[in-house]
């Protein structure tokens, strides 16, 4: 069955700290997405990344980076040099290509708190 | 441009009165989803619409939740006869097409007293 699992529920981190945040999957799909969103404290859910299975190339934004590695089922999410805006809850979710609907199953999220 | 946009921001009922709860899509997207977000249950799928096609109801908790999509662009969630624990966060997203990336609107934040 379609899982995805983020094991940490909270981490803090001092500023400009770097911070991994794990996101593990289970699919029996061979074409699935991998997304990353934000949630900051305002409540609304941010698009950051998206990946296909497909596609296991790294990529980088700015502070951001993804770790897509399909022999492990992971997708984590680095953040480098932390700030206090980063602080939210992240979630992981996957897109089945077979469930027509291509909805989201998200992770539990995982609380970021990046102190000053 | 303009982004997915719902309300009301934030609604208190009584319990065992019915709610309905809109949500504006980014203009073009096809498709459009529901979901809750509740502490206990985390973020879970409610619904899904995609152009003129059957809904997807698959996520709906119990026949008291009901959705509709008209002319391909608004959508209304009601929930009859609430609960308590229908008390979450009802999040509504869009897309470009049904395999797009999803985007989201604020939500609503529903308190059943």
């Known amino acids: 069955a379609q899982k995805v699992t983020q094991a940490q529920t909270e981490i803090s981190v001092v500023e400009k700290e770097d911070v991994t945040l794990d996101c593990v999957y289970e699919?029996?799909?061979?074409?699935?997405?991998l997304f990353w969103y934000k949630q900051p404290p305002s409540g609304e859910l941010v698009f950051l990344i998206r990946?296909?299975?497909?596609?296991?190339q790294n990529e980088i934004s700015g502070r951001y980076s993804w770790n897509f590695q399909k022999s492990t089922s992971s997708f984590n999410f680095t953040i480098t040099a932390s700030q206090v805006v980063d602080s939210a809850v992240y979630f992981c979710a996957l897109s089945e290509a077979t469930s027509g609907t291509y909805k989201y199953i998200f992770g539990t999220g995982t609380r970021l708190k990046v102190l000053a | 441009g303009a982004g997915v946009s719902q309300s009301p921001s934030n609604k208190v009922t009584e319990k065992g009165k019915d709610v309905e709860l809109r949500c504006d899509p980014i203009s073009g997207h096809t498709a459009l989803y529901w979901y809750r977000q509740s502490l206990g249950q985390g973020l879970e799928f409610l619904i899904y619409f995609q152009g003129n096609s059957a809904p997807d109801k698959s996520g709906l908790p119990s026949d008291r939740f009901s959705a509709e999509r008209t002319g391909g662009s608004v959508s209304t969630l009601t929930i009859q006869r609430t609960q308590q624990e229908d008390s979450a966060v009802y999040l509504c997203?869009?897309?470009?097409?049904?395999?797009?990336?999803?985007?989201f609107g604020p939500g609503t934040r529903l308190l059943v007293l």
């Open positions: 997203a869009s897309s470009l097409n049904s395999a797009g990336t999803q985007y």
């Open positions: 990946r296909n299975s497909f596609d296991e």
């Open positions: 699919t029996r799909d061979t074409t699935y997405y």
